[in-house]
């Protein structure tokens, strides 16, 4: 059974607390304001949504200052939308305008924040992008010198890991619809179709349960195992002796799962069966290893020494897991040398994966919430044995 439907937005209460714990962070680092200038961290601090985001037209930028109410400087076609946001100080241009972006007017924003320190954060490092014109960039930074810009995006990814509850809920309630989809899906394909012809009808099932989107649908087969799981879906037909893999981040109310599920087609070999249940029981150790105190990197030992026994040949993804939220792949990753102490809060993806014959991979993901004591799965666990298409 799915669970009660969350419900959408946040209150405001969880912006303030959202925001006081980025001005918590700005005052331990000597930091005047943070300028935000990307999708999900806009949203983060706003609750500022919307598709038109796909469009790389425009910039967007919001100021959080050390104290104070945040300020959106942005397009005047999201006025409205931000209006209906908690963000109380909007300022906006008419755009497109290539000769003045919003620069004059975001360096006049920045200009009336208080400034003690000389330094204004942007996610200018690990796991970030700019979204914004590098020449506007270097525009703006020569206007507002000699004030300094700075990398926080360490720090912030450090802030977003820890999800509040209502985020919690919307996560685990997209990893339940698919889920239900994923369990769905033997009973309507059959061999001879097509990656692109089952993906399909896997995305028209998680949509009819409730998701709102399914953005990263990906598929990857092959005779016994599979070479690649970020190409497709294709055009390739699943014949007797293939393994099909498909993985899904779908989203509600802006939150992803991200998992995968493996399907066999006519037979199922000796060896593809023992990497699948290799990867079964390196999974279940990632998920028991995945408790406070613990680090990312124990994860990642306690399952590949688990794979290795199981006669792994390597692993070509190079990491097994990462965090998991807003977006389809969030800070930090479960791999050797991250050290990432998991807390209490944290939603995680278990993803061992290991080539265990020459062009031949498997991959098993599950997403997972870290509690005060252990891991509790959002998924519904994988079969115990690979699905096998008959039919």
């Known amino acids: 059974m799915l669970s009660s439907i969350p419900q959408r937005g946040f209150s405001k209460l969880e912006f ?8 918590k962070m700005m005052f331990k680092e000597n930091i005047d304001a943070i300028l ?3 999708e999900p961290n806009v949203r983060y601090f706003s609750g500022f949504m919307t598709q038109f985001w796909q469009s790389p037209t425009r910039p967007w930028f919001l100021i959080v200052p050390r104290e104070g109410e945040l300020i959106a400087v942005i397009p005047e076609i999201g006025r409205a939308g931000m209006e209906s946001t908690w963000v109380n100080e909007i300022r906006s241009w008419a755009s497109p305008c290539p000769k003045d972006d919003g620069i004059t007017l975001l ?3 920045l200009s009336e924040v208080p400034m003690r320190f000389g330094r204004i954060g942007m996610t200018l490092g690990q796991e970030s992008q700019l979204r914004m014109p590098v ?3 270097k525009l703006l930074a020569e206007k507002i010198s000699p004030t300094e810009i700075v990398d926080i995006a360490i720090n912030l990814h450090k802030l977003k890991k820890i999800k509040s509850e209502a985020e919690i809920q919307k996560i685990e309630h997209i990893c339940l619809i698919t889920s239900a989809a994923f369990e769905k899906l033997p009973s309507h394909i059959s061999i001879g179709e097509t990656q692109r012809q089952i993906c399909t009808k896997l995305r028209q ?6 998701a709102d989107n399914s953005p990263y649908l990906i598929a990857g087969s092959g005779s016994g195992g599979y070479d690649n799981i970020i190409m497709g879906p294709t055009e390739s037909v699943l014949g007797v002796g293939h393994i099909l893999i498909i993985d899904t981040g779908s989203t509600f109310d802006g939150y992803f799962c991200d998992f995968d599920r493996n399907f066999a087609f006519g037979q ?4 593809t069966r023992k990497a699948y249940d290799t990867l079964f029981s390196a999974t279940d150790i990632g998920i028991e290893k995945a408790r406070p105190g613990n680090t990312t990197s ?7 020494s688990i794979m290795e026994k199981g006669g792994a040949l390597g692993n070509s993804i190079g990491r097994m897991g990462h965090g998991l939220g807003m977006e389809l792949t969030e800070w930090p990753s479960i791999m050797p040398g991250d050290d990432t102490i998991l807390e209490p809060g944290m939603v995680l993806t278990i993803e061992p994966g290991m080539s265990f014959a020459p062009g031949k991979e498997m991959v098993h993901e599950e997403n997972i919430l870290i509690t005060e004591d252990k891991a509790r799965i959002l998924t519904r666990r994988a ?3 690979m699905p096998l298409i008959i039919d």
């Open 383 to 385: 079969p115990f044995e």
């Open 135 to 137: 020449n506007n960039f």
């Open 268 to 271: 199922l070999a000796y060896e």
């Open 107 to 109: 360096e006049k924003a």
């Open 205 to 210: 099932d998680i949509l009819e349960l409730g």
């Open 298 to 304: 124990d994860v990642w030992h306690a399952m590949w």
């Open 16 to 23: 303030e607390i959202r925001t006081q714990k980025a001005q």
């Open 36 to 38: 935000l200038t990307t």
